[in-house]
């Protein structure tokens, strides 16, 4: 089965072909990084708009790398939420046109269970339960995962999620937007012990409550912009006690939930630290752990179609008056 997938939900107009549900055959990214850079984040109405000029381009791109027509494609599936609403009304009233002219099923998907999928694109043999992190700009979420489409919430972000806060330090530190890559660039000249930053445990639970240490490190930065020594220092520091709650909490549950395999998802899964830190303390556990290579981390549509390839193989639909969903909840 070929599904088309498409994703508009922040600032990157995507589209892929997917076969299967494992098979990428295309996966186009248009990113609108360069157009936000100099508002410091991304502008809502501006993603909007771009989305308007980019989505029918960048479908077409990912039609003729697959080389396949729209007549060959078996199903669309599109992000409805959660994310910016105008964004992603666009994909989304793009993907229920391509549905209604061509007869195709439709479905929509959660950004969340799509980053997860990104993991089934990269080992299709997962075993269950699978227990993944999600964290992204906007999210830091443990979830269980018993079988395929079931989801089992055991913390998210209280405030600020990682990303976030890599990406508001970042800021304040004068590097560009996004914050986060930059951040992990300019950590590895660094000492992260120079800088003391308090480990956000939050309590004993498994949510997670960065913004806290976002403060300490903004109140930290004061006096020193333009110390580039000091910079660096502060970007190892940051990314060493988030990565650290990170690696904690989720190795914590994966051992009281006995999972069989560990799924990290979500543009902050592409943080080298992170990758590092979980790769050795999974190994030291014998717990499998699935991180997909950097270009499925961050948003794309070829994670789109894989988790809506798995809905309908369950002969899930939508129907054509399905909307975009901000706060859309995984479920
Ligand atoms: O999943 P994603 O592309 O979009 C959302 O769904 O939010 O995640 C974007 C987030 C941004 O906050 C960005 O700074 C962060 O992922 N990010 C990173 C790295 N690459 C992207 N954070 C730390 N290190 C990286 N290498
Ligand atoms: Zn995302």
């Known amino acids: 089965m070929l599904v088309l997938g498409l994703e508009t939900s922040c600032d990157e107009t995507a589209a892929a072909v997917v076969a299967d549900g494992t098979t990428i055959r295309s996966n186009v990214i248009a990113s609108q990084a360069a ?3 100099r508002f410091g ?5 501006l993603a909007s708009r771009k989305h308007v000029e980019r989505l029918l381009p960048v479908l077409d791109e990912a039609l003729e790398e697959a080389a396949v027509s729209l007549g060959q494609i078996d ?11 105008g964004a992603l009304t666009v994909g989304v009233a793009a993907a229920k046109g391509l549905a209604l002219s061509r007869g195709l ?3 929509g998907v959660n950004h969340l269970e799509g980053h997860i999928y990104a993991g089934f694109l990269t080992a299709p043999d997962i075993r269950f339960p699978v227990l993944a992190l999600i964290v992204s700009g906007a999210h830091a979420d443990l979830v269980r995962m018993p079988g395929h489409g079931h989801y089992e919430i ?4 209280r405030d600020d999620a ?3 806060a890599f990406d508001k330090v970042a800021r ?8 986060g890559p930059e951040i992990d660039r300019l950590a590895q000249q660094g000492d992260p012990k120079a800088v003391p930053l308090p480990l956000p445990m939050a309590d004993g639970s498994l949510d997670f409550s960065f913004s806290g240490v976002k403060t300490a490190a903004l109140r930290a930065l004061r006096g020193h912009e333009g110390d580039q020594r000091f910079l660096a220092d502060l970007a190892a520091a940051l990314q060493f006690v988030i990565v650290e709650v990170l690696v904690r909490k989720t190795l914590r549950a994966a051992r009281t939930l006995d999972a069989e395999t560990l799924i990290v998802a979500g543009g902050v899964a ?13 190994e030291e556990e014998g717990l499998r752990l699935v991180i997909p290579p950097l270009v499925l981390c961050t948003d794309n549509a070829a994670m789109i179609a894989a988790a809506g390839y798995y809905r309908l193989r369950r002969g899930e639909r939508s129907p054509l008056s399905i909307g975009a969903e901000s706060e859309l909840l995984l479920q």
Do not use: D, F, K
Request: hydrophobic share 40%.
């Open 162 to 164: 990682a990303g976030e």
């Open 105 to 107: 099923p439709l479905i």
């Open 41 to 45: 984040g991304v502008v809502p109405e």
């Open 35 to 37: 157009l936000h850079r």
């Open 154 to 157: 055991l913390g998210r972000s």
């Open 270 to 282: 592409a943080n080298s630290w992170l990758r590092a830190q979980m790769t050795r303390r999974c």
């Open 172 to 179: 304040a530190m004068g590097l560009g937007y996004p914050g």
């Open 75 to 85: 199903a669309v599936a599109v992000t409805r939420g959660p994310g910016l609403v």
